[in-house]
Structures are given as C-alpha cells and as structure tokens.
C-alpha cells in the first residue's frame, strides 16, 4: 500500500507562499513549493483567479477583477492518487486608486516672480511631479511657475503611482502671461504764427506714452502733433 502524503502540512508554513505583490485590480503570488506530480487548483473569495504554467518549484496564481485596495483570500488544493488531499489559504489586495488636486494658477505678466502652485495627492507618502508643457512660455523652478514669454502656459500635474497605489489621472491647468505695459506722460511744445499781423503764439499737448517688450517701441499717439485751434 502507498502511505500518502499529507501536502497540506506543509503547505500550510507560510514560507512556501511568496509575498503577494499588488497589481491595478487583483495581485499575483506565487507558490514556491510546487510539485508537477500533483494536481493543482485554486479558487479566490472574491474576484477571479487563474493558475499560471508551474516552473521549477514555482507556481505563478493571478487574481484579477478587484475594486480599488479591495482584499481576497486565495484557497489553493492540491490532489495526487496515493496521498491525502491539501489545502492552504494567501491573501493579499489590489493597488488603491488616488486622486491628484491641482489648483487653478492665476494670471501672470511679464517680469512677474515665480508663482508658487498647489498640487497633491490623496496618496499617503506619495508627491506630485509638475511639468511644463511648454518650455518656451513657462518654466516650472523648485516647484514654481516661470515665466520665460508671453503666451499660454501649460502646467500638467502627474503622480506615476508606487507598490501600493495606482498611477493618477494627470491634471492639466493652463493660465495667460501678459505682456508688461509701462506708460510716461510727455508734453510736446509748439510755435507758430498765425498769419499777417498776427503775434507768434505757443501752445502745448499732452500725450501718454506706452511699450512693452513684445510689441513697438515708445512712440506717440500722432494726432499729439497736431496744432492746436486748426
């Protein structure tokens, strides 16, 4: 008569599952003991799970079909005609979802300081990568806007994910960098005479000067030219 062998006796230590590792909607874990002369099943108290092709002494299970940090618990069995039938139970869980939150940045001219930004995530530990996604127009500096020209920046807020937690959905804010506009008034003087026996006569206009880097130079309104009374 063949003794049989009681597999769930050592199956049952925990060293002969390796850690499971979470993955976006279940988590993979291998059995480390496996023997190819069994029969090998698996079932899983929530989601689904599949039994990978057996290598060596490992045997790869796959849970798919979790919730966001959902939890299940893998039974897995095992048969061989001339032995008792094991059992053995691993848990593990899905990677949990995060949001990122990126505050709308306010409008910048020109010459400005960086703008400081609010971003984060909802991630214990985790923190947001800022980008610019346009260089030419905007710079981000120790986490601050920079302004390089006038035009639309474009900042996008990511957060890449970690062993524990999904990759978030990116937010994108975009805001105007103006053009600095600086204005002088300036007083023209003029002389004239007004015709025959008329005495020559001074008379003076007011006008407002304004430039900025992008446009023309500083120059006046023509009709400041004109004389006044024609």
Same mark, same amino acid.
């Given at each position: 008569?063949?003794?049989?062998?009681?597999?769930?006796?050592?199956?049952?230590? +925990?060293?002969?599952?390796?850690?499971?590792?979470?993955?976006?909607?279940?988590?993979?874990?291998?059995?480390?003991?496996?023997?190819?002369?069994?029969?090998?099943? &698996?079932?899983?108290? &929530?989601?689904?799970?599949?039994?990978?092709?057996?290598?060596?002494?490992?045997?790869?299970?796959?849970?798919?079909?979790?919730? +966001?940090?959902? +939890?299940?618990?893998?039974?897995?069995?095992?048969?061989?005609?001339?032995?008792?039938?094991?059992?053995?139970?691993?848990?593990?869980?899905?990677?949990?979802?995060?949001?990122?939150?990126?505050? @709308?940045? +306010?409008?910048?001219?020109?010459?400005?300081?960086? @703008?400081?930004?609010?971003?984060?995530?909802?991630?214990?530990?985790?923190?947001?990568?800022?980008?610019?996604?346009?260089?030419?127009?905007?710079?981000?500096?120790?986490?601050?806007?920079?302004?390089?020209?006038?035009?639309?920046?474009?900042?996008?807020?990511?957060?890449?994910?970690?062993?524990?937690?999904?990759? &978030?959905?990116?937010?994108?804010?975009?805001?105007?960098?103006?053009?600095?506009?600086?204005?002088?008034?300036?007083?023209?003087?003029?002389?004239?005479?007004?015709?025959?026996?008329?005495?020559?006569?001074?008379?003076?206009?007011?006008?407002?000067?304004?430039?900025?880097?992008?446009?023309?130079?500083?120059?006046?309104?023509?009709?400041?030219?004109?004389?006044?009374?024609?």
């Amino acid at each position: 008569e063949i003794p049989k062998r009681d597999w769930s006796s050592d199956v049952c230590s +925990s060293d002969l599952f390796d850690t499971p590792v979470k993955t976006n909607g279940g988590f993979t874990v291998n059995i480390s003991n496996y023997d190819a002369n069994y029969t090998w099943g &698996a079932t899983v108290s &929530a989601g689904s799970v599949s039994v990978g092709s057996g290598s060596g002494s490992t045997l790869p299970l796959t849970v798919t079909g979790l919730s +966001s940090g959902q +939890s299940a618990t893998i039974t897995v069995t095992t048969s061989r005609t001339g032995y008792n039938n094991g059992s053995a139970t691993v848990s593990g869980s899905a990677k949990t979802n995060q949001t990122v939150t990126f505050t @709308q940045p +306010s409008g910048m001219t020109y010459g400005d300081a960086d @703008q400081s930004l609010s971003a984060s995530t909802d991630a214990t530990g985790l923190s947001v990568t800022l980008t610019s996604n346009d260089t030419s127009i905007c710079t981000i500096v120790t986490g601050k806007a920079h302004v390089v020209t006038t035009g639309t920046c474009s900042i996008t807020a990511s957060q890449s994910g970690s062993s524990d937690y999904n990759a &978030a959905t990116s937010v994108t804010r975009t805001f105007t960098i103006s053009a600095a506009v600086s204005s002088k008034t300036v007083t023209f003087k003029s002389n004239y005479s007004g015709g025959a026996g008329d005495t020559s006569q001074s008379s003076s206009s007011t006008v407002s000067l304004t430039s900025n880097p992008f446009t023309t130079p500083l120059r006046p309104n023509s009709t400041a030219f004109a004389r006044e009374g024609t």
